[in-house]
């Protein structure tokens, strides 16, 4: 599963999802460096020389073996301003398996952009990649995201109890997926 880092992956009316380039560092990190963004991500706001490592791998990422992550910059159209990001995670090769992610800076929260992103890059998962299934792995606090993947349509498949722990806090989870033939069947999932 290859894609061509030079071209963007998606589009839609608002929104261009393409790779990471050098010059979004700044953007990047001031996002990726607010506390409450890391409150359902179970990790510590990273240092700055973290930072610089995760956005650096980012710039290249690949979709081809298990646990490859394609990482997409969401850049809005109108003033190429970076609203965050939306991944997607090769879950299983075999079994053509992705688990979407998605990650905004919350000064953009409110507008409906991760939801029409997560839309963009579930179907370029399906249309692109030729994944069978995608899912997305949530804890149930975090309402914003349960928002955005039930307005999209994803199937709530679990509610995992205690199955993550983070300093020394156990956590709750929901799983939610929709598989190619569901997505395909409903246009108003159909990225515009």
């Not at 700055?48 to 159209?77: H, K, P, W, Y």
């Not at 953009?108 to 939801?115: D, E, H, L, S, V």
């Not at 299934?133 to 109890?161: C, M, Y």
């Amino acid at each position: 599963m290859t894609f061509d880092k030079a071209e963007p992956l998606a589009f839609t009316v608002r929104l261009i999802l393409r790779s990471f380039v050098p010059e979004d560092f700044e953007a990047y990190s001031a996002y990726r460096s607010q506390p409450a963004i890391y409150r359902f991500l179970y990790s510590d706001p990273p240092s700055a020389q973290e930072m610089r490592e995760r956005f650096d791998a980012s710039l290249n990422t690949r979709l081809s073996e298990d646990g490859d992550i394609l990482r997409c910059a969401v850049m809005r159209s109108e003033d190429d301003a970076l609203l965050g990001q939306v991944s997607l995670k090769l879950a299983s090769k075999a079994a053509l398996q992705a688990e979407v992610g998605y990650i905004f800076n919350p000064a953009y929260a409110g507008k409906g952009y991760a939801t029409e992103a997560v839309r963009a890059i579930i179907t370029l998962g399906f249309d692109r990649f030729g994944f069978h299934r995608i899912f997305a792995r949530l804890d149930t606090k975090n309402t914003g995201s349960v928002g955005v993947v039930e307005r999209l349509g994803l199937r709530r498949e679990a509610h995992l109890i205690e199955n993550d722990r983070f300093n020394g806090v156990w956590g709750d989870e929901y799983i939610y997926a929709v598989l190619r033939r569901e997505w395909t069947s409903r246009a108003p999932n159909r990225a515009r």
